[in-house]
T-cell receptor
């Protein structure tokens, strides 16, 4: 059974720091992995999607890497800003084919202090 | 509208009553998903629609839960005889549905409180 774990559960950093959020999964047979951001009362926003054949994806100050064989992904946030404060969720889509179910981690709650 | 719309945003009900939660996906998105997020727990997949059919209902926790989608658009999640453990935020997402288009766009959710 696929399980997704995110470390740390919470993180507080001063503005301007670079930081890394970690996600691990138990079954390496994934189709893709996504990182989401959740803001209170606003639902979830997809940040980056990495296909199983890819090693990383970048969007602005965000960079996500994927090491499928070791069951790990990291989300790197450069030059953090107070507006980055949110909960960051990692989700994997297992296997291939038509199974579009996502398995989710519990998230990392990030606070960036001015 | 431009995004996924869910209604109501908040619902308070008494134990034993039935509730209906509505999701309006992004226009043209053929795939629609329902998730549940309970306090202190991760998101839990409930059901996935492709068009009006549901290839995967494996996440529905009991036969009190059902969902339908009509016209390939609006979906309704119905919970019968609600229990206190049904209290959670129910999230809906949609995606274009074709191969390689996995990004899911989420609504703001419906917060359900069962007293």
């Amino acid at each position: 059974k696929q399980e997704v774990t995110q470390i740390p559960a919470a993180l507080s950093v001063p503005e301007g720091e670079n930081l890394v959020l970690n996600c691990s999964f138990t079954d390496s047979a994934i189709y893709n992995l996504q990182w989401f951001r959740q803001d209170p009362g606003k639902g979830l926003t997809s940040l980056l999607l990495i296909q199983s054949s890819q090693r990383e994806q970048t969007s602005g100050r965000l960079n996500a890497s994927l090491d499928k064989s070791s069951g790990r992904s990291t989300l790197y946030i450069a030059a953090s800003q107070p507006g980055d404060s949110a909960t960051y969720l990692c989700a994997v889509r297992p296997g291939a084919g038509n199974n579009r179910k996502l398995i989710w981690g519990l998230g990392t709650s990030l606070g960036v202090n001015p | 509208g431009a995004g996924v719309s869910q209604s109501p945003s908040n619902k308070v009900t008494e134990k034993g009553k039935d509730v209906e939660l509505r999701c309006d996906p992004i226009s043209g998105h053929t795939a629609l998903y329902w998730y549940r997020q309970s306090l202190g727990q991760g998101l839990e997949f409930l059901i996935y629609f492709q068009g009006n059919s549901a290839p995967d209902k494996s996440g529905l926790p009991s036969d009190r839960f059902s969902a339908e989608r009509t016209g390939g658009s609006v979906s309704t999640l119905t919970i019968q005889r609600t229990q206190q453990e049904d209290s959670a935020v129910y999230l809906c997402a949609s995606s274009p549905g074709g191969a390689g288009t996995d990004i899911q766009y989420f609504g703001a959710g419906t917060r359900l409180s069962v007293l």
